[in-house]
């Protein structure tokens, strides 16, 4: 299929760097929100970026001015859905919530639209009966930040047609992404389900006062090799969404296992989300 337009389904720090990426690579795109508050975040967001790439040489003005113009940021549901030929769902990851958004969206799009949903957990099996035609719905799983980071996991669930992986696999060929093909639906997919095992355990180092959070994260980086540590990555992926993962396995499994760490629940509590809010595991 000929993709054209394409919506992001969601503004926040994920949706709205998928959008600025899908639009520099040549797509008309509508990135929507029903927060005007986030809108016009995403839209200050992106203006700022591309100024800055300009004065940095990264990027001419006319081009930077030529993508700007690919780019509608909007609250309108209708001018987000109608004709879209490609949406990225990038709503909170939880499945109640995926529902709603896209079966509103499922309204007013044309049949043939894809269902991209960019949940860093959730399989699309659970939430795809909320669209006509849930051959068309799967997982494509950006990375934060989405604007560098290449790898992209396209999830072959075993309610989605061939020739909706295939589409979604050249779609993100054609945004300049590595598309990593996953099989079966598993529960984190591949990359964050190696990265929660290791989260996990740096909290739990943690929370029972084995070793600081610096001291976690230097002896990660130095003995493994790794640029960032658990902990710092966390707080630049956002601690709401890692308590938030956590608290859908709980409600989906009633295991008291499944709940988050206490450290997550407490910078969770207090509204210290990494460095977003400018405070997490480490102060910004």
């Not at 044309?110 to 959730?122: E, G, K, L, M, T």
């Not at 997919?189 to 990265?195: E, G, H, K, L, Q």
């Amino acid at each position: 299929m000929e993709i054209k337009k394409v919506a992001v389904l969601g503004s926040g720090l994920m949706g709205r760097q998928i959008a600025m990426q899908v639009a520099i690579h040549g797509y008309d795109v509508v990135c929507y929100d029903i927060s005007k508050e986030s809108i016009d975040n995403a839209e200050a967001y992106a203006k700022k970026w591309f100024v800055g790439r300009v004065d940095k040489g990264k990027m001419s003005k006319e081009d930077a001015d030529a993508i700007q113009k690919r780019l509608v940021f909007a609250t309108d549901l209708n001018s987000a859905a109608t004709d879209a030929d490609f949406v990225i769902e990038a709503v909170s990851d939880i499945v109640a919530v995926k529902k709603k958004a896209l079966a509103a969206f499922d309204a007013l799009t044309p049949r043939h639209c894809i269902y991209a949903s960019n949940s860093s957990y959730i399989v699309s099996s659970r939430f795809a009966d909320a669209v006509k035609d849930p051959s068309k719905v799967l997982n494509v799983h950006f990375f934060n930040p989405a604007l560098v980071m290449k790898v992209v996991e396209i999830v072959r669930g075993p309610h989605v047609s061939a020739d909706t992986f295939d589409a979604a696999f050249e779609f993100i060929k054609s945004i300049g992404k590595n598309p990593v093909k996953i099989e079966k639906e598993i529960y984190g997919f591949v990359v964050n389900r190696i990265f929660s095992a290791l989260t996990r355990e740096a909290c739990f180092l943690y929370d029972m006062g084995i070793a600081s959070v610096e001291d976690i994260d230097n002896a990660v980086k130095g003995a493994l090799g790794h640029s960032m540590g658990p902990l710092e990555t966390l707080d630049m992926t956002g601690i709401d969404l890692e308590y938030n993962v956590y608290m859908e396995k709980f409600r989906s499994s009633g295991d008291k296992a499944d709940l988050p760490a206490a450290c997550l629940t407490e910078h969770y509590a207090k509204g210290e989300y990494g460095r977003k809010t400018k405070k997490g595991f480490y102060a910004y």
